[in-house]
């Protein structure tokens, strides 16, 4: 017999990764960017597309109108535009030639706001361009399946995709169905695993190949039919995300 999993749906996720502390405190994260920031604060910036055009890459968002949006990488290099008067940015830069995690920002005068999230360009844009989350699904923006990605601390995983209507889940002989919200973003909890383990999305069935080795660094590497990341979140707790292949 089959067991429900966990989260029933895309908005509210049962448990936290255990990299992100869960409180009654915290503020749920969310792809939808805000109108306005409250008083006094600056928020960061949200990067909601990217487009390849001949050798360049054009990431597109919204940030606070007029401030100045970045995305620097821990080698110190940066890239950044200004924000328009309705909040738009556009941000292009060559495809560098291998992996690229960037940390985006905000800064509004002498005030700077900093982005929990990472963007990472796999492989000069050839792989997939992500936005990792500490603590929550991770976010595709290149053209991806029907399983986007998962999310792995090593005690519990985070499916998740876009779909425009319901998704019938099964993995580990349990199941689950979870409608997107309106974005068309869903995720689902599900269950710890040792990998390798099969999660079926629809009518296709993904081979999950576990977390990899652990370490500290940034790892980026081919994972049977996808693509693995090993990376450590702003807290500095660790998190595998496995990418699979758009065919």
Same mark, same amino acid.
């Given at each position: 017999? @089959?067991?429900?999993?966990?989260? @029933?749906?895309?908005?509210?996720?049962? =448990?936290? /990764?255990?990299?992100?502390?869960?409180?009654? $405190?915290?503020?749920?994260?969310?792809?939808?960017?805000?109108?306005?920031?409250?008083?006094?604060?600056?928020?960061?910036?949200?990067?909601?597309?990217?487009?390849?055009?001949?050798?360049? /890459?054009?990431?597109? *968002?919204?940030?606070?109108?007029?401030?100045?949006?970045?995305?620097?990488?821990?080698?110190? &290099?940066?890239?950044?535009?200004? %924000?328009?008067? *309705?909040?738009?940015?556009?941000?292009?830069?060559?495809?560098? &030639?291998?992996?690229?995690?960037?940390?985006?920002?905000?800064?509004?005068?002498?005030?700077?706001?900093?982005?929990?999230?990472?963007?990472?360009?796999?492989?000069?844009?050839?792989?997939?361009?992500?936005? /990792?989350?500490?603590?929550?699904?991770?976010?595709?923006?290149?053209?991806?399946?029907?399983?986007? %990605?998962?999310? $792995?601390?090593?005690?519990?995983?985070?499916? $998740?995709?876009? !779909?425009?209507?319901?998704?019938?889940?099964?993995?580990?002989?349990? !199941?689950?169905?979870?409608?997107?919200?309106?974005?068309?973003?869903? !995720?689902?909890?599900?269950?710890?695993?040792?990998?390798?383990?099969?999660?079926?999305?629809? %009518?296709?069935?993904?081979?999950?190949?576990?977390?990899?080795?652990? *370490?500290?660094?940034?790892?980026?590497?081919? %994972?049977?039919?996808?693509?693995?990341?090993?990376?450590?979140?702003? =807290?500095? =707790?660790?998190? !595998?995300?496995?990418?699979?292949?758009?065919?």
């Amino acid at each position: 017999m @089959k067991r429900a999993m966990l989260g @029933k749906t895309a908005m509210a996720i049962p =448990a936290c /990764l255990a990299l992100a502390a869960c409180s009654p $405190s915290a503020t749920p994260q969310t792809d939808r960017v805000q109108t306005e920031a409250p008083a006094g604060w600056t928020r960061p910036p949200a990067i909601a597309a990217v487009q390849g055009t001949r050798g360049s /890459l054009v990431f597109t *968002g919204q940030a606070e109108p007029g401030a100045r949006v970045v995305l620097r990488a821990d080698s110190g &290099a940066a890239y950044a535009a200004a %924000a328009d008067d *309705g909040g738009r940015f556009e941000i292009r830069m060559a495809a560098p &030639a291998g992996d690229l995690l960037l940390r985006p920002e905000t800064q509004v005068g002498q005030d700077a706001a900093h982005s929990p999230d990472r963007l990472l360009i796999v492989a000069g844009g050839r792989g997939p361009i992500v936005i /990792l989350r500490p603590g929550g699904p991770t976010r595709r923006l290149d053209r991806a399946p029907a399983l986007g %990605a998962i999310d $792995s601390d090593g005690r519990m995983r985070l499916a $998740s995709g876009t !779909s425009s209507s319901a998704v019938e889940l099964q993995a580990g002989g349990e !199941s689950g169905r979870v409608a997107p919200d309106s974005s068309g973003r869903w !995720s689902l909890a599900l269950g710890p695993s040792a990998g390798p383990d099969e999660i079926r999305v629809g %009518a296709r069935t993904f081979a999950w190949p576990g977390e990899g080795a652990p *370490g500290t660094a940034l790892r980026v590497e081919r %994972a049977g039919e996808g693509w693995r990341v090993v990376w450590t979140g702003p =807290a500095g =707790a660790r998190q !595998s995300t496995w990418l699979p292949d758009a065919a």
